[in-house]
């Protein structure tokens, strides 16, 4: 399917050739829900077809989610939000969900994702971090903001589902069919925010990351000619848009170049997702490998004939015994792109762009970005060597990050961005990953930092300290473990270790918490008094390789 050369199009591409796509542009600004709504209006497409679990299947229009995001803009605009303003989603994936992002955009306001695993905790420190205005959720995650201090404003879908007690909360139905159908869309600058992300690190709490309305071309440019999206695909982006690949490319990026996306609320399981293949006729699928992972450790030849064109990976690196599966077994090539919260994807293997393919990389730099390996003293490497990825912002035109929302860290170097990854350089342009030069986890796709997960258990009155890191495991890559050491007086047992699991789920989510908990009289320190937690991950994996 590829038209064109990667080395020819990146050298030829600019800005210019994505914002000739768009309704707005870089130096008159942007709506973003008119970029990824109203556009598609007129030909009478869908732009939303949901996947219920309590409710029947649905089929949503972009003229209807039109529609529904000027009532929800119009809702907040009587209560005094807008430009700038941040809006929070705590809700599955539902048409719910679409029209408050789309409504939120319209407004001019900031988009502000909460994933539905999250604790009281985790909610809690995003919402006063980011001075949230109003947040939507759902009876069956209601409970949730009950514990969060100064809680601002809810708009409670489905209140009627709901107990007695939050009869008080707006209610999302009634507050929305009392509003106007029209609202015209609110343009901000190329530089100004429409989504509020966080991203977890390794020392204190998740760091905010701004992303501002020009991403829109490097989100479009990822789509087209990465993802290979064409305008008869029928795209589903497995990912929960309450984390930046699914908000990003599975909200953003279709709509933007007119396709539908598809929400499917149900649990992840090999037949549920097969299912939903079937059903809507998938032809280009964008899922994390512990996706592709379990659908193999499932494999009963249900992969087969399904009409899959193509299909992506991001999350983490993608095992070449996957790679040969999905060829094998669904019958179609698997990509493997890399990309952050805070930068979007930035090295790919790109399905509309003829370039050499080496199993295991991740590919080239994405048109509009110059992708680079660093030495220790941030100098480019050459063949063969290891070093840092990076990314050299005064020769990527659709760079877009701007730094962390509060300052929190300075992840700058120069005119580099340094991103924590490490990879071997290829000498072509094309790097593959080997790890990360801190202490990150990725686990079945999400990453942990392990300092959140350290401060909820210390939380603990018999908690003294603990140290907390990856050990590999077959399903999900890495599981979470924690070394404990407790206080005095304090006894281990397997009731104190369910404790402190179900202590770290609550107040986090269900990702971060601690599959294993090993009590240890004391942690391997520096002379500084800092965790050595590479001591602690190599002892995690001669665990896991001896067992």
């Known amino acids: 399917m590829s038209s064109q050369t990667y080395a020819a199009f ?15 542009d870089l130096a008159t600004g942007f709506n973003v829900c008119e970029e990824i709504c109203d556009r598609w209006v007129e030909d009478g497409r869908i732009g939303l077809y949901y996947e219920g679990v309590a409710r029947p299947a649905s089929e949503h229009s972009f003229a209807e989610l039109r529609e529904k995001a000027a009532r929800f803009a119009n809702y907040l605009s009587a209560q005094g939000i807008g430009k700038g303003d941040r809006v929070a989603g705590l809700l599955p994936r539902t048409p719910e969900l679409l029209v408050v992002i789309l409504g939120t955009l319209r407004a001019g306001a900031v988009y502000q994702p909460l994933f539905t695993a999250f604790g009281s905790g985790a909610i809690e420190y995003r919402l006063e971090r980011a001075g949230t205005r109003l947040v939507v959720t759902d009876a ?53 925010p429409f989504l509020q992300m966080f991203t977890s690190g390794t020392v204190g709490k998740a760091k905010g990351v701004a992303v501002p309305a020009r991403a829109l071309l490097s989100f479009y440019v990822y789509m087209r000619h990465v993802i ?10 497995v990912a929960d848009p309450g984390w930046a690949y699914g908000l990003y490319y599975a909200v953003v990026g279709p709509l933007l170049l007119g396709n539908a996306t598809h929400f499917n609320e149900n649990a992840f399981t090999a037949d549920s997702t097969y299912d939903m293949l079937r059903k809507y006729r998938i032809t280009n699928l964008a899922a994390a490998p512990t996706a592709y992972r379990l659908l193999m450790a499932n494999d009963d030849g249900s992969g087969e004939g399904l009409g899959l064109r193509l299909a992506s990976s991001a999350g983490e690196a993608l095992n070449p015994e996957v790679i040969s599966w999905v ?27 003829e370039h050499q393919l080496r199993v295991g990389s991740m590919g080239f730099s994405m048109p509009g970005h110059r992708v680079v390996a660093l030495d220790t003293d941030c ?66 796709g999400y990453r942990v930092g392990p300092a959140d997960v350290e401060s909820t258990l210390l939380e603990h009155a018999a908690v003294a300290e603990s140290g907390v890191v990856g050990k590999p495991d077959l399903k999900r890559g890495a599981i979470i473990k924690a070394y404990v050491v407790l206080k005095s007086r304090c006894e281990p047992s397997a009731a104190l270790a369910d404790e402190l699991k179900q202590l770290v789920r609550s107040r986090l989510s269900t990702h971060a918490f601690p599959r ?13 008094g800092k965790i050595q937690r590479f001591v602690l991950r190599n002892q995690a994996r001669e665990e896991s390789e001896a067992g």
């Open 10 to 24: 990146s050298e030829g591409f600019t800005p210019a050739q994505v914002e000739a796509h768009l309704i707005g």
């Open 140 to 192: 069956a995650n209601r409970s949730k903001l009950d514990s969060v201090k100064t809680c601002p404003p809810i708009l409670l879908v489905g209140r009627d589902a709901a107990a007695a007690e939050y009869a008080t909360d707006a209610d999302f139905e009634t507050e929305l069919a009392a509003q106007s159908d029209r609202f015209e869309p609110v343009r901000i600058g190329a530089d100004d």
């Open 228 to 237: 290979g999206l064409e305008p008869q695909d029928r795209y589903w982006n």
């Open 327 to 353: 060829k094998r077994r669904m019958g179609c090539p698997v990509m493997d792109h890399y990309g952050q919260t805070e930068t979007g994807m930035t090295c790919c293997n790109h399905h509309k762009l």
């Open 379 to 444: 100098n480019e490497i050459g063949e063969g060597e290891i070093g840092q990825l990076a990314v050299d912002t005064s020769q990527s035109p659709l760079f877009f990050f701007q730094g962390y929302t509060w300052g929190e860290k300075d992840p700058f170097h120069g005119r580099y961005y340094l991103t924590g990854d490490v990879v071997i350089s290829h000498g072509d342009g094309s790097y593959s990953f080997t790890g990360r030069d801190d202490d990150i986890i990725t686990t079945a």
């Open 516 to 528: 294993e908990i090993e009590f240890i009289e004391a942690l391997p320190k520096t002379p500084s």
